[in-house]
């Protein structure tokens, strides 16, 4: 068989394995499968065509230009993700596991395409938060901003994720506009090198957007400042080393590190066996403990279940295990493949036997498959008899199909127990509890990045314990290594710079590309509503006429919608509430005002009025007064080739000029001036 030649991918030329490659065997048949690595590569100019082409090429793009990018790639990977699956068979997953690595990996970059055209500006500035009040007449306010580092990303990962690994760091990254190099692990490179060949061949990507680093990294990490970030995966002893690297120190440069973790699943007490959560229990421990052969960073390590029913867990988990075919990955009939390599092997052996000193083995031989050239283990679980005075079981993670149960006392003990793992990815609970659930979220949440609990209502549709999902936070403190990834946007902002700028309204308003109230008007030189998206300007302002609202029209709404609240009927009792002087008007009421006043009827480019956020009403107004709008495109957005969105400030104002409700209306409006 040949041997593949891994190559790297280095300031715009593909570089193949040379001096200092490494070998990497087949998991399957621990024959020699691809070499990788060259000592020859030139770091420096890496980063630096990176930091001087790559940075400025994506800056120059807008987010939705970026995430319209993401969006392209993952169709790209997608169209030929049986050339990964292929490979990713040598590396002992499943086909069921690549459903996690590759379709898991193509699915968050889409899921980070989508939310950077729905939650991010098509602009180069990201407003972070609302605008800080920080004078009297708002002539000076706040406004925190993020904008992309102008340094390279550096992208370590594990082996047992070879794309979706590389893609979560990838697909944030690349949407805030900062440049990668992916350094994968030596073991599973190859399955990378196709991914990151495929994203390259589609020629989405300005140049210096992405480079590839098969084999060892060479003295890189030496040459880093203080724009760049490490984004790091792996072992806590690698993080450890590479995160006291002088140049990362001195330069104070961002070390994001997603590490190992003893991560726990609590059986909670009321989920005793024959209920469906004693039952959703077992399912999800054996799934974790047998997916991608249990070398997956939130695994379930720990399994704590009340002490009464520490045996029934055994006996049913057991069951599960037994029933579970290890072998060959490419056959269908597998349920298990095997682990990466046997060093790996060797390693998790090593670390079975340490926990085998404080727990009792309950299922599994060790020696199944000696003799086998494969690196196939038998799942192995094990039994703590006394979790309180041991200690290795909760600090040595056997990254492989490799778990301990122990029991509790009470919820309280249940929580001490998982906390004793340093700081965890995710801990789970099962219960139908709501009372026992809030319980340990007070306990436990502080030790754990994501928290996943689980039960009779929710099992069909939930996402499984050890899924870290892009919408949501991965990562955790401690012994998790104290990073964080994904969580929507908020894994952004880990390769932008956050600033707080303090300013007018007229300036922060063309930093921010959004209208800030205070900000000069610009007088609409027609209705608003008859001009398209692209003819609005932001600031644009339409001020309406005045309208009185009368008593009758106070009664004739309250009789039509059938409002009759106290306060719009009578007068005494209106009287008696801390609020008014007398019968008000419906809030409601003046908003259907300030649309009566605000609208142009005809057919235009405004096609729906999709919303209206953040209302409030200021000042009660009574019959006798007069209402009139200011209405202001603050910001447009998620345009399209038939339409965007329009935000508009809308004001209402009484007969004193004072302010008596505010909101934000959002409406569809055709790019053109008809609707196409
Ligand atoms: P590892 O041995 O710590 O290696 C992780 C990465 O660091 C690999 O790319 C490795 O490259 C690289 N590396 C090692 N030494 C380096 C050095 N001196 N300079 C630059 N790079 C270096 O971990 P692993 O065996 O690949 O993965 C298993 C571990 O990762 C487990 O402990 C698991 O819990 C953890 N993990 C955590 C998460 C998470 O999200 N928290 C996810 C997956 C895995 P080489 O392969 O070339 O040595």
């Known amino acids: 068989m040949t041997v593949l030649q891994i190559s790297s991918y280095a300031a715009g030329s593909w570089v193949a394995p040379g001096g200092g490659a490494r070998a990497v065997a087949s998991a399957i048949t621990g024959q020699p499968l691809a070499q990788a690595g060259n000592d020859a590569l030139d770091v420096q100019a890496m980063l630096a065509y990176a930091r001087d082409i790559g940075g400025p090429a994506l800056r120059a793009l807008t987010f939705h230009d970026r995430a319209r990018m993401l969006k392209a790639l993952a169709q790209a990977l997608s169209d030929h993700k049986q050339a990964l699956y292929d490979l990713s068979f040598d590396t002992g997953a499943t086909q069921k596991d690549h459903l996690i690595d590759i379709d898991g990996g193509i699915g968050t970059m889409f899921v980070f395409a989508s939310k950077g055209r729905r939650e991010m500006p098509d602009g180069q500035v990201y407003l972070d938060g609302d605008v ?93 400042g203080a724009q760049d970030v490490v984004s790091f995966t792996g072992s806590a002893t690698t993080a450890l080393k590479l995160r006291q690297t002088p140049a990362i120190v001195q330069n104070a440069v961002r070390f994001v590190a997603e590490q190992d973790s003893l991560n726990a699943s609590i059986l909670g007490p009321d989920a005793a066996p024959g209920t469906p959560e004693f039952d959703l229990f077992i399912k999800e421990a054996h799934r974790e403990m047998t997916t991608k052969a249990g070398q997956k960073c939130t695994a379930i390590r720990r399994i704590l279940t009340p002490s009464a029913h520490v045996e029934a867990v055994i006996e049913a988990l057991s069951t599960c295990l037994a029933d579970t075919t290890i072998g060959d990955p490419r056959l269908e009939a597998t349920d298990m493949g095997a682990l990466i390599s046997n060093a790996q092997k060797a390693d998790i052996l090593a670390k079975a036997d340490i926990i085998g000193q404080e727990a009792e083995r309950v299922f599994g031989d060790p020696n199944t498959f000696d003799g086998n050239p494969g690196a196939f283990l038998s799942p192995i679980l094990f039994h703590c008899p006394d979790p309180d005075r041991a200690r290795r079981v909760h600090d040595t993670e056997a990254f492989g199909p490799v778990s301990t149960i122990m029991g509790y006392s009470d919820l309280d003990h249940a929580a001490a127990l998982a906390n004793r793992g340093g700081g965890s990815l995710v801990t789970s609970l099962v219960t139908n509890e709501a009372a026992i659930a809030a319980r340990l979220v007070h306990g436990v949440a502080a030790w754990n990045g994501r928290l996943y609990i689980n039960n009779r209502t929710s099992m069909q549709e939930s996402t499984g314990h050890g899924s870290p999902l892009p919408h949501m936070v991965h990562g955790g403190p401690g ?103 007398g019968r008000v008007a419906h809030g409601y009421l003046l908003l259907s005002f300030a649309a009566g006043l605000f609208v ?18 200021m000042q009660p107004v009574s019959a006798g007064d007069s209402i009139k709008v200011r209405l202001t495109v603050k910001q447009k957005t998620r345009r399209n080739a038939e339409y965007g969105e329009v935000r508009w400030h809308v004001t209402l104002t009484n ?14 409006n055709s790019i053109a001036a008809q609707p196409v």
């Open 600 to 617: 142009q009827p005809d057919e235009g480019p405004v096609l729906a009025n999709t919303g209206l956020d953040a209302l409030r009403f």
């Open 132 to 224: 800080e009040q920080l004078s009297r007449n708002g002539s000076f306010l706040g406004q925190h901003i993020c904008t992309p580092l102008h340094g390279v990303a550096i992208h370590i990962n594990a082996y047992n994720f070879p794309v979706w690994g590389m893609l979560e760091k990838l697909a944030p990254t690349l949407l805030a506009g900062v440049p990668a190099i992916v350094k994968p692990a030596t073991s599973s490179c190859y399955v990378t090198e196709r991914a990151v060949r495929i994203m390259l061949d589609s020629a989405i990507l300005p140049e210096g957007a992405l480079q590839l680093v098969s084999g060892g990294l060479g003295d890189m990490l030496d040459h880093l």
């Open 479 to 581: 012994r998790a290594g104290g990073g964080e990834e994904m969580g929507g946007i908020r894994g952004v902002k880990h390769y932008m710079q956050r600033t707080a700028v303090q300013a007018s309204p007229e300036i922060l308003s063309a930093i921010g590309k959004i209208w800030v109230p205070g900000a000069s008007e610009i007088k609409s030189p027609a209705h608003p509503f008859t001009r398209s998206f692209d003819e609005l300007e932001i600031g644009e302002t339409l001020h309406t006429p005045a309208r009185t609202v009368t008593l009758d029209d106070i009664e004739h709404f309250a009789q039509f919608t059938g409002d009759t609240f106290y306060a719009h009927m009578d007068d005494a009792a209106a009287k008696r509430n801390p609020f008014f002087t």
């Open 655 to 668: 007969q004193n000029d004072e302010k008596v409700a505010e909101y934000e209306l959002l409406t569809m």
